[in-house]
């Protein structure tokens, strides 16, 4: 069934086709500049935060954060964690990211310690691995418990030595505390 129109209706409806998609206009370019800008930024509706995990390590990237492949004393290791401690602090980082993101500034011997850690546990748990599941995990390879007892107990019995400045003692004192973190105090 055919609908005839005069040519008046139909330059009536032209006209109204053509206001309606002149008034879309600037929301529709609106919303494309903004689509455009998140994907490349990798942010997520305009927040400005990533919603992934290239967009994670590209903000985390431009911190330099330190790599780490090793060990000579359990310094090194609470050294690293808090060096990125502060960087997801300052990024704002969302949890279900800081594992992977910690795990990829590992080299050399910790890399692959690392690999076989994630071989045995599978993708899946490491995928919805907490920040605090990978520091246990990372403390117990890193820094033993027997070294973690050893600097709590220090702490427990601090005393400041004779030939030790009040400023020297204070540096010693925070260093046990930073290790014991919730358990300062206790």
Not at 19 to 34: I, N, T
Not at 37 to 42: D, F
Not at 72 to 83: F, G, K, Q, S, Y
Not at 112 to 137: C, H, P, S
Request: include cysteine; proline fraction near 3%.
């Amino acid at each position: 069934m055919s609908v005839n129109k005069t040519p008046k209706e139909i330059a009536a409806l032209n006209a109204a086709v053509a206001q309606a998609v002149e008034a879309l206009m600037p929301e529709l370019r609106a919303r494309l500049f903004e689509e455009f800008r998140q994907e490349a930024s990798g942010s997520g509706f305009g927040s400005g935060t990533p919603v992934t995990i290239s967009g994670w390590l590209e903000k985390f990237g431009k911190q330099k954060p330190r790599s780490f492949s090793s060990t000579n004393t359990p310094v090194d290791a609470e050294n690293l964690i808090a060096h990125i401690e502060k960087i997801f602090e300052v990024l704002d980082c969302g949890d279900e990211f800081k594992a992977r993101l910690a795990g990829y500034k590992l080299e050399g011997d910790a890399l692959n310690w690392w690999k076989d850690y994630k071989q045995a546990k599978g993708d899946e748990f490491v995928l919805n691995m907490t920040w605090t599941d990978f520091r246990n995990v990372f403390f117990t390879q890193y820094f033993p418990l027997a070294e973690q007892q050893k600097f709590e107990r220090e702490y427990h019995t601090i005393r400041q030595d004779d030939s030790e400045t009040t400023n020297e003692f204070m540096k010693r004192f925070m260093r046990l505390a930073g290790f014991l973190g919730a358990k300062a105090g206790t």
